[in-house]
């Protein structure tokens, strides 16, 4: 249970509600991240904006590995609910169990090429408090294992993003 009060569809904005109505009406409920984000119109659209950009649209990453960088800061940060989430969300990508035990596991598990593991290991990196102290040679290893530096960019958003994302939840006790 939240730590604040979260609304309910019939408190929220009328734009929120435009956006949640086919949420709701698919899937018959509205997880808390959403109800959080509903109680500041602005903040909502705001997150609601870098999901579309970075999560749903078709970018220069595939599905598989933005998963990948979800699950594994979620992880890293101890965002359960976040975890949790973004399992069921790989699996409606199209990743099989195993694969996402496979994450659950860690880099180290995960069966993909060498170069997505040295994307992932620099994303987990990149998600630290010390993140100041990386260098333009970390970012030369993700070039040299054949990442492009828009592809780099991409990543580390997505990463921020998970990093931001993570702290909401974590913050005001989501699916505890």
């Given amino acids: 249970m939240a730590y604040i009060p979260l609304p309910e569809f019939d408190e929220m904005s009328p734009r929120v509600q435009a956006r949640a109505r086919p949420i709701l009406e698919k ?11 509903a ?5 909502y659209f705001a997150t609601d904006g870098m999901v579309q950009a970075y ?8 599905y598989s590995t933005k998963e990948r960088i979800a699950l594994l800061i979620s992880l890293e940060n101890h965002c359960e609910m976040c975890v949790n989430v973004h399992k069921g969300i790989a699996k409606m990508l199209g990743m099989s169990a195993e694969q996402i035990n496979e994450v659950l596991g860690g880099i180290d598990n995960i069966q993909c090429e060498a170069s997505e593991k040295t994307l992932l290991r620099f994303c987990v990196r990149a998600s630290k408090k010390d993140n100041y102290e990386m260098l333009q040679t970390d970012i030369e ?5 054949g990442y492009s530096n828009t592809q780099i960019i991409e990543a580390v958003a997505i990463t921020g993003y998970f ?9 005001f006790g989501l699916g505890k």
């Fill in 27 to 37: 899937t018959g409920t509205l997880g808390e991240i959403f109800k959080l984000l």
């Fill in 39 to 43: 109680i500041r119109e602005d903040i």
């Fill in 55 to 62: 999560l749903l649209t078709k970018t220069e990453l595939p």
């Fill in 141 to 145: 290893v993700v070039k040299a294992a």
């Fill in 163 to 171: 990093n931001y994302i993570n702290t909401l939840s974590n913050v």
